[in-house]
């Protein structure tokens, strides 16, 4: 069974611009999480999806939203960047909802803004 | 005062020896993770666990519902076991978004 993806593994933008990730979870799990993990906070929950709705939030400001499609596969987007959203983005499946179930990681997609 | 505290936040140790890393937390939880991630950034999930106790090859989780604690064991630690050990927990109160320890990085040298 094939793991958690994520697309892209690396990505460099500019303050201003905005940015979209991608997570394919393991085939069989509704239930997508994503976090953000930066040297000074380490690691941060933004939200969890689960069967297309937005289930818990963390406490991040608005320019991050994210949506998960009816095959389970979620994005998260980040509008006008901020030097401060350099990151690494790690998205995680489970089969049920998050309290219940193993998390499985991928592998995180490390955003530079420059 | 986080949520979340990890002891030690570094620990190195030689090859062979037990090593223990704890997690303390304030909130009251459904569940407890402890995952690993090695350089490079990817993160294992070992366990998740919600009372008592579960091994799995060289490692054993225990978690103590009362005194909101929690540890991670390593027996006959080996230099693969080198990696940022983080608890994470899923609060039982309202919104159960996982908030994580700080981490402890563990060396083991051979």
């Known amino acids: 069974k094939a793991g958690v993806t994520q697309t892209p593994r690396y990505l460099i933008k500019t303050r201003g611009q905005q940015v979209t990730l991608s997570c394919s979870p393991i085939?069989?799990?509704?239930?997508v999480s994503w976090y953000q993990q930066t040297p000074g906070q380490g690691l941060q929950f933004l939200f969890e999806y689960f069967s297309e709705t937005q289930r818990n939030k963390g406490n991040f400001p608005g320019r991050f939203s994210g949506r998960q499609f009816s095959n389970s596969r979620s994005e998260m987007n980040v509008s006008t960047l901020e030097l401060g959203d350099s990151a690494l983005y790690l998205c995680?499946?489970?089969?049920?909802?998050?309290?219940?179930?193993?998390?499985?990681f991928g592998p995180g997609t490390r955003l530079t803004v420059l | 005062k986080n949520e979340v505290e990890q002891s030690p936040q570094n620990l190195t140790a030689q090859e062979g020896e037990f090593i223990t890393i704890n997690c303390s937390y304030s909130v009251g939880i459904s569940a407890l993770h402890w995952l690993q991630q090695h350089p490079g950034g990817g993160i294992v999930s070992l366990f998740m666990?919600?009372?008592g106790k579960k091994k799995h090859g060289r490692l054993i989780a225990t978690i103590n519902i009362q005194e909101k604690h929690s540890s991670l064991h390593i027996t006959a630690s080996h230099p693969r076991d080198s990696a940022v050990y983080i608890c994470a927990v899923v609060s039982n109160f309202g919104n159960e978004k996982l908030t994580f320890g700080t981490g402890t990085r563990l060396t083991i040298i051979p």
């Open positions: 085939s069989g799990h509704r239930s």
């Open positions: 666990l919600s009372s």
């Open positions: 995680a499946s489970s089969r049920e909802v998050t309290s219940g179930r193993s998390l499985y």
